[in-house]
């Protein structure tokens, strides 16, 4: 309590300053996906390698096929943490939607809040300075951090990462940590912090059915030649039975059921079918009966069709009996789902309802297996403790729907979990024109991660 | 008999005049979907005018929106008769897959046969010659024709036949007679001539399932919002039972059992499941079960989707649950089935199966009755036993899959049945490249007129 007190105090009192150095990060115009950018990319590493420099990091600029990493390394007593963000950014297109050049950043009022607005404020520049600034603080009030500190900062999240994993590979041992904290997700609102303790995985596959050797006139054909885009629809619609459950066999296989105090932690968020869905236009969950719609979508797995096409698509009308119809489906999976297993089932129950003269031809979309950190992790709790301390509520321990791969990779490759821990708010715009970034979320964010890093710390 | 036994020697006698004159229809590039041949549709109208007046027709060529019509007529004693046939031929693209030039037709070998090779050599100028010729042999025989008898040649049936329901409107009175002859149709080889005596109808409807007011995330809000392509599958999926059967409330209202004979006769043409779908790469018939293959598509009504789309349906994936998604349905119908309660009765089905948060939109597209003639029809059986005599084999009486609005228009606008009779092959690549007629349709089917004119016009 004696060592945080002062840090805190720190954090306010150079708020301003931390401001001027966020801001420089932010006029670095390091969108990673157009080619155009690529020495705004490495200026941003730079620009961070010089930053953890000068507060005691060993920092280092490493290439990649792609934008460089940042890897940086403090030392310190205690566990070892990795912490993960990342510099680079989407990109601005459409320009005329913004108020004010997305790299021109400011910090504006914006309905009672003060706001840090430009490209990267929200994702995910803002948010990783938060760290940067609680490390300067407690480095400047002790002149040494509370435990032993690791960065990696990527410059490619935003496309695709396609560097990430070869390069956690070949750095293997230089990176592993006791456990990783990861800034990259939202608060549950402005006055309840998170923490992401599950992420859905993911199996994409694509069928194709194939009846005829050529599209056929349905007025010659129809009655007699299998219709494909008929078959298709049966298969997808045998998917899911009256309660909205999947019926692939062993689908559910490593599936657990989410403890009963977190759902009721979930419930306690007051967040209904209505209000959820209400805001698209929905308001019936289609997913399993009897489970809440928070439930649904953070600990439950799903079938979805992405995409299905066959036949005459255009204006009009054409009387084709198709050759072939096909289908893009999802499976978000959850817990110890096995995406090959997941992916094998759903390609034997589309074989099994086959006409005797249709095909089914399959492509596989990608996949990655859930995350699901234990609830009873000690980080986990313990970093809920300090969120809970700083904010005006009670720190929550949720799930997220999407999957974020870097979670599941520090699992993988590196045998490392991760916390999810991050301030961002649904209205940020992040992606889109006018993004911005909470001038509370900025200045709460750096005092949270001095409170976690410090119950880290503690024995 | 003394009366068609000349006829039928004159006709002999002068197949190489008749053929000469078809060359001279068939050099003319009537190409109706193309407006810079409006010119040559038009002199193919004229040429068919001043042939019809040269064999003593009152013949006229009259102007429409789109391309003119022929009306023709010769007085008779007895039953009057309109014949149908169309001038116009289809595009000729792609042109570099012809062995000749499309308008410069001539007669060739093909596996053993003489064929009249060109566009518009067998759709539908050799055929309509065929009826042309017949008049000409008899009246160059017995300075009459053996009855009434007036003829309507239309430049648009390649190109929806848009001016032709108004035309026959305008002109009910003068074109209305005890019942329409119409040679656009096929054989049913070449040794069994036949008689289109069912065609089916169409229903064609368009639904859009709509659900959320935006595409959305699949991680995000897969497993709780409605998608709008489940919906459908399962919508889709639910039109036919396990027997093929279309489950539809009333679907089968006004659907009437083929007589037994009738159905005799068609499986006594050795058409099975296998020879028939076998040339399309199928084997299982996907209609009725216990139905033959030639019942399913010329008697029984179906539900077919001829196309379907939603979502995300480029290359790769994307993890989106779509706002809308749609297919294209059409219904074949048989005898009497009301073409507006399908329709009704489809969209009742849709609604009923909506989730509640689910909105359905409908387009219509397009509607005609079943045409079916009485299988005890007098002019039917005259004209059957007339085509038995002139070919090797008994003439069939078949319905056909499609749908052909001329009947259906006759029956009507007119209030007149039509006997389609045509001497057509399966193998004559209409619409296609390389377009022919064999010489001995082209013979025989002046023969066949000839023999049915005779017994139409006998007491």
């Not at 006029?27 to 010089?50: F, K, N, V």
């Not at 979930?266 to 308001?283: K, P, R």
């Not at 297993?341 to 089914?360: G, M, N, Q, S, T």
């Amino acid at each position: 309590m004696t060592a945080l007190a002062p840090v805190l105090a720190n954090i306010d009192a150079n708020l301003d300053s931390s401001l001027e150095r966020l801001f420089g990060l932010l006029r670095i115009r390091s969108i990673s996906t157009d080619p155009a950018y690529a020495a705004e990319c490495r200026s941003a590493a730079e620009w961070l390698a010089d930053d953890l420099r000068s507060i005691g990091f060993e920092a280092s600029v490493r290439d990649t096929p792609g934008h460089p990493m940042v890897v940086a390394h403090h030392d310190g007593e205690g566990p070892h943490v990795l912490f993960y963000g990342h510099y680079d950014v989407q990109p601005v297109d459409p320009l005329e939607l913004w108020s004010d050049d997305p790299f021109s950043p400011a910090v504006k009022d914006e309905k009672g809040h003060k706001v840090i607005t430009g490209r990267g404020a929200s994702d995910d520049k803002g948010q990783l300075m938060t760290f940067v600034e609680a490390c300067r603080a407690y480095k400047a009030v002790h002149g040494r951090l509370p435990c032993k500190v690791s960065i990696l900062f990527e410059g490619e999240e935003e496309s695709g990462s396609p560097s990430l994993r070869p390069f956690l590979q070949a750095n293997a041992e230089e990176l592993k940590a006791d456990f990783a904290l990861i800034c990259d997700t939202d608060m549950w609102d402005e006055a309840t912090p998170s923490i992401s303790v599950g992420l859905r995985g993911l199996v994409g596959d694509e069928v194709t059915i194939h009846a005829a050797n050529r599209d056929l006139h349905s007025g010659m054909y129809g009655g007699a030649a299998a219709n494909p885009i008929r078959v298709l629809a049966k298969i997808l619609a045998d998917i899911h039975d009256e309660t909205g459950r999947v019926t692939i066999p062993g689908f559910y296989e490593g599936v657990e059921e989410t403890p009963s105090q977190i759902k009721k932690s979930w419930d306690s968020l007051g967040e209904t079918a209505e209000s959820f869905l209400g805001e698209v236009g929905l308001s019936v969950p289609s997913g399993e009966k009897g489970r809440s719609v928070l439930e649904l979508i953070w600990a439950r797995p799903t079938a979805e069709f992405n995409g299905i096409t066959g036949g005459y698509t255009g204006k009009g009308f054409k009387t084709v009996i198709a050759a072939q119809a096909s289908a893009k489906v999802s499976f978000r999976l959850v817990h110890k789902q096995n995406p090959d297993k997941i992916r094998e089932a759903f390609r034997a129950f589309v074989r099994e309802r086959l006409p005797a003269d249709c095909k089914a031809e399959f492509e596989p979309h990608g996949s990655s297996p859930a995350f699901q950190l234990s609830y009873e992790s000690p980080f986990l709790n313990k970093a809920k403790d300090a969120l809970s301390d700083e904010w005006p509520k009670q720190a929550v321990m949720l799930a997220s729907g999407g999957s974020i791969p870097i979670a599941g990779d520090f699992q993988r490759l590196l045998g490392m979990e991760s916390l999810l821990v991050g301030f961002a708010l649904s209205d940020d715009r992040i992606h889109s024109p006018n993004e911005k970034y909470n001038l509370s979320s900025f200045h709460k964010g750096q005092r949270s991660w001095a409170r976690i890093l410090d119950r880290i710390a503690a024995r």
